[in-house]
């Protein structure tokens, strides 16, 4: 929130209104009430002053008369006259008496009296004289500190003849200094109220700006997501209608945002629980959105995502620009499996207002790895099965061909041809059961028909059937604890288990080899392994010879009869009984396969 400075509030121009208000007011009235009176005073002044000089006229015009050319008698009591006169007036400066032809008669000014029988030089008492009209004048008396002085010339008549001229001079400074401290009286009035006009101002204007206030407190508040607090109301004047509207509105705001809010809790967990990976584009392809399974998919934190291009998330910039994908209608299939092991489907759809304007692109993924080697295994499958049969077939087809040309005469020739027809089909057979075997261990139809079984006996067992079967060339060797070990499992599928790897043991034996038997019994399992002195596996094979159809050599496998299923079957069934098969090869020792099964142990008595 900017704070605000005080001289740009609402309050500040308020109270700046009411004392321009005021100022305005005080001007125009101080202007005309100080003219007014100025000119009030002036006129009083000058009245008064002019009264008085009627009788002075009166008197000064006697004594002309009086003494006619007497003029030193007349001189005398005009001067006893004037400052007579001159004693009752305070504001008078001087006092003048010329005659008809401008000398001055006297003066009032006592220190003056030189200029008694000169010739008056003032223009107004020459117009006063000639023109017998009586004229006033105010002017600066520079001599004395810029005072005003008023001054006045008015004729002396008799039966209207101009016999002389009263001029008078008297300081009218007072009045002034009378309108300025008036004028000073009005400013500090002013100013005082004023004054208190702002204080009243900022009380005032502050019960409309308080609820302003209030509400604009509220707003930020409701900006940061607080929508418990309510504006008061103080009166119900326009600005009360304006905070109860407020309120309400706030809270229509809650209500609303209580709603969004829902709704994007409800689809942000419908996001993170969906099993499906999304992402939404902006118009321009940068991803705003990516929930965690998608996250996941693409090995991405949702922070790096985030304004990132669509195309660079999903890893397809090289192939695609994000107007591609917008026009793509069939669903985006990204095969990282050389790299990562995965297969990714992404189905894309552009979100497009009515007018045709692009909002953006919701991409929806599947991680479609797993159908996706199910696919392949199934072609794989398909293929391999097809495959193994097309050989035998194909043999068995060229004897029996050669027989019907009339090999079948020959006596030499048929019985061979005819067996190896029959191990060829022989073969078929094995792998036909074989299949069936898998076919029914993968739809989980075959159940492990279990029984205990003291699997010390069990396997020395199945060794001694081989041991009479087997080359002499090769020797057996057996690390078999005499204790009994007592375990559950299907004795018939673990049995062919140990048949087939006992087989292939003594296939790919050498003569004068070694087979050894190992049985190791730990707290829940026991290990078994059978160790040949064989060719062994290849490395990188270890892991392939369980899976279907795999051999390493697949001439010299086929040769001796495999079917390349024996092992795929043996991790069936010992997964299916909860234990582990793996083979360990190393180039001159040969190969060793191990497998593990778990056990409870039993207690002892149960069994004696
Ligand atoms: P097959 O019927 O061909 O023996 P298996 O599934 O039993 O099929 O074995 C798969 C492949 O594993 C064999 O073709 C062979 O290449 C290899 N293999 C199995 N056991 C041994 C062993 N003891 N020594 C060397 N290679 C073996």
Redesign the pocket.
């Known amino acids: 929130m900017h704070k605000m400075k005080f001289f740009q509030s609402v309050q500040f121009r308020l109270v700046m209104i009411y004392l321009l208000l005021i100022l305005v007011a005080m001007q125009v009235i101080g202007a005309y009430f100080v003219r007014e009176l100025e000119g009030q005073l002036e006129k009083n002044f000058q009245d008064s002053i002019k009264n008085s000089m009627t009788l002075l006229d009166y008197n000064v015009r006697e004594e002309i008369l009086k003494n006619g050319d007497n003029s030193a008698q007349m001189q005398t009591d005009i001067r006893e006259l004037l400052v007579d006169y001159a004693r009752n007036n305070s504001s008078l400066l001087e006092v003048r008496i010329v005659d008809e032809r401008g000398k001055i008669l006297g003066t009032s000014n006592m220190d003056n009296q030189g200029v008694v029988g000169q010739k008056s030089t003032t223009p107004l008492v020459k117009r006063a004289l000639s023109l017998g009209t009586s004229e006033d004048k105010i002017y600066m008396d520079e001599s004395n500190d810029n005072k005003r002085v008023w001054v006045t010339v008015s004729p002396i008549k008799n039966k209207n003849k101009v016999i002389g001229a009263i001029y008078l001079a008297a300081s009218i400074e007072s009045v002034y200094s009378q309108v300025d401290s008036i004028t000073n009286i009005f400013i500090t009035g002013t100013l005082i109220a004023m004054g208190i006009t702002a204080i009243l101002g900022i009380l005032l204007s502050r019960t409309i700006t308080k609820p302003i206030i209030d509400m604009k407190r509220q707003a930020y508040a409701m900006a940061r997501g607080n929508y418990t607090r309510k504006v008061k109301v103080y009166g119900l004047d326009e600005i009360g209608e304006l905070a109860q509207s407020f309120n309400s509105l706030t809270k229509r705001v809650q209500e609303a945002q209580a709603m969004t809010e829902g709704e994007r809790r409800k689809l942000s967990s419908v996001l993170s629980y969906m099993t499906d990976g999304v992402i939404a584009t902006d118009r321009r392809g940068k991803v705003i959105l990516i929930n965690s399974p998608a996250e996941k998919m693409l090995r991405v934190a949702h922070e790096t995502a985030n304004g990132k291009p669509l195309t660079e998330v999903l890893g397809v910039q090289d192939e695609y620009e994000f107007e591609d994908l917008m026009d793509m209608t069939e669903p985006l299939t990204m095969d990282r499996s050389t790299v990562e092991r995965y297969v990714l489907r992404a189905n894309l759809s552009v979100i497009q207002r009515e007018t045709g304007f692009v909002n953006g692109v919701i991409a929806v993924l599947h991680d479609i790895t797993d159908q996706e080697k199910v696919d392949q295994e199934r072609r794989d499958f398909v293929s391999n099965v097809s495959h193994e049969l097309r050989t035998p077939l194909t043999s068995m087809h060229s004897y029996l061909e050669a027989l019907s040309d009339g090999a079948w005469e020959d006596k030499e020739i048929a019985p061979h041809f005819l067996e190896v027809t029959q191990n060829e089909t022989e073969r078929m057979i094995r792998l036909v059961n074989d299949l069936l075997k898998l076919s029914r261990m993968d739809g989980g139809r075959e159940h492990l028909d279990k029984s205990f079984v003291n699997f010390t006996d069990f396997f020395n067992h199945i060794i001694d059937r081989f041991e009479m079967m087997k080359k002499d060339s090769i020797k057996f060797k057996r690390y078999i604890p005499r204790t009994p070990v007592i375990i559950e499992i299907d004795e018939d599928k673990v049995m062919q288990v140990l048949d087939?790897?006992i087989s292939?043991?003594n296939?790919?034996s050498p003569d004068g080899g070694q087979i050894s038997f190992f049985l190791k019994k730990t707290a829940d399992q026991i290990e078994i392994s059978i160790s040949?002195e064989?060719?062994?596996?290849p490395e990188e094979?270890l892991d392939k010879?369980?899976d279907r159809f795999?051999?390493?050599?697949k001439a010299?496998?086929?040769e001796?009869?495999?079917?390349?299923?024996?092992?795929?079957i043996?991790r069936e069934v010992i997964e299916a009984h909860g234990g582990r098969i793996w083979?360990e090869?190393n180039k001159r020792k040969?190969?060793t396969?191990k497998f593990t099964l778990p056990y409870s142990d039993l207690p002892e008595d149960d069994w004696e």
């Open positions: 087939n790897i292939n043991a296939k790919y040949d064989g060719l062994g596996i094979d010879v369980f795999f051999r390493v050599d010299r496998s086929r001796m009869g495999g079917t390349g299923l024996g092992l795929a043996a083979a090869s040969g190969t396969v």
